[in-house]
């Protein structure tokens, strides 16, 4: 890879092309952080609050940032032609080894949020030597029952697709208060994202099927996620059911649950400061960043997560026992975090 791809770029994957933008360079043998958006945003909209957050800055001068845009969800793409099947959820996975290959990326830690969430730990799943860890946000790993999968449509037929795709991404109580960055939003998904190009996704998301993951010992040939697990969701945002239940299929020893206060439905975009800080914990809990270079971001944060120590730290002094089928009085660390 050369010394700089810093841009866009339009990679060919086996199921059409994806727009990628690259900020910074390679760092040695250490991953790159890979991002994928939610539905209804793009990574603009989805992660630039959370990426331009002052204390993000020291931590991605140690890493490459690959930003994914979902197909024909970019600002300023073109529509996608009438009769063009959009890609399953599964595909969606199966573009990034791609982007992966292209870069040179050794592997990735990467940062979904929602739809980008499920289409990352769905990589995980089927690539899991490409990806040292996931920090999932706001994912639903169930696929929708019909009676949803109704109600979506219904809602569709109803109402102007911005405002079908809002209560995913905020909670009731945002909704409610028409906050400004509601308001915000709705103008930013109707302006600057291709209503047709949306819809398509939006409805690809909504056929999802459940992600097949067990915690091991629960079922038979139980498979889940292999790496670190950072999962998040805000008080009352509309993923917090799917969330939690995300959390009880994962192996709780690698598995970090943080439920974030007075985040409302997005919080990288409204509490970037504190995700910033679990981020920072969390890759110093996977042997990146030593607390030495971080002085300045842990001394700028006043509600601290936890003391300032590691993940692993944190962990061990957060650990319960398990009455697990492989063996009595197994020790397990995960930690559920409120901040």
């Keep these: ?61 140690h890493f490459v940032v690959c930003h994914v845009d979902a197909p ?3 600002i300023g793409a073109s529509q996608l032609p009438q009769g063009y099947q959009y890609p399953t959820m599964d595909q969606l996975a199966g573009m990034l080894p791609s982007v992966v290959q292209h870069f040179g990326f050794k592997s990735i830690v990467g940062i979904g949020v929602g739809a980008g969430a499920y289409i990352l730990a ?15 946000l706001n994912i639903d ?36 208060s028409n906050t400004e960055l509601v308001q915000s939003y709705r103008q930013q998904i109707n ?49 917090e059911e799917g969330v939690v239940e995300c959390n009880s299929k994962l192996d709780p020893t690698n598995t970090t649950f943080l439920k974030m206060a007075d985040s409302g ?8 400061g504190k995700l910033t800080e679990a981020f ?16 300045r971001l842990a001394r700028s944060r006043t509600a601290s997560l936890t003391s300032a120590s590691s993940i692993d730290g944190s962990r061990s002094r957060a650990c319960t026992h398990s009455d697990s089928t492989e063996g009595v009085g197994q020790v397990t660390h995960t930690m559920e975090v409120s901040c």
Aim: hydrophobic residues 40%; charged residues 15%.
């Design 265 to 272: 439905g997005l919080p990288q975009i409204t509490q970037p």
């Design 191 to 239: 302006n600057t994202i291709n209503q047709f190009n949306l819809q398509l996704f939006w409805n690809m998301y909504n056929s999802r099927r459940d992600l097949e993951m067990n915690r091991s010992g629960t079922v038979l040939n139980a498979k889940t996620l292999k790496c670190p697990v950072m999962l998040v969701v805000g008080d009352n945002a509309p993923a």
């Design 1 to 61: 890879m050369p010394e700089c791809w810093d841009g866009e770029h339009d990679i060919e994957t086996p199921y059409g092309m994806l727009h990628v933008v690259i900020r910074g360079a390679p760092k040695g043998n250490k991953p790159a952080i890979l991002t994928y958006h939610d539905v209804g945003l793009n990574h603009k909209l989805c992660f630039n609050s959370f990426f331009h957050n002052e204390d993000m800055q020291e931590i991605t001068k």
């Design 141 to 176: 790993p169930n696929g929708k029952g019909w009676i949803d999968w109704a109600a979506t449509k219904l809602s569709g037929l109803t109402s102007a697709l911005p405002d079908t795709v809002l209560p995913h991404l905020f909670s009731q109580e945002e909704l409610m």
């Design 280 to 295: 920072k914990y969390f890759l110093q809990g996977m042997g990146y960043m030593p607390s030495a270079s971080m002085t």
């Design 72 to 74: 024909g969800q970019q």
């Design 122 to 136: 769905k990589f995980a799943l089927i690539f899991p030597d490409l990806v040292e860890g996931l920090v999932l």
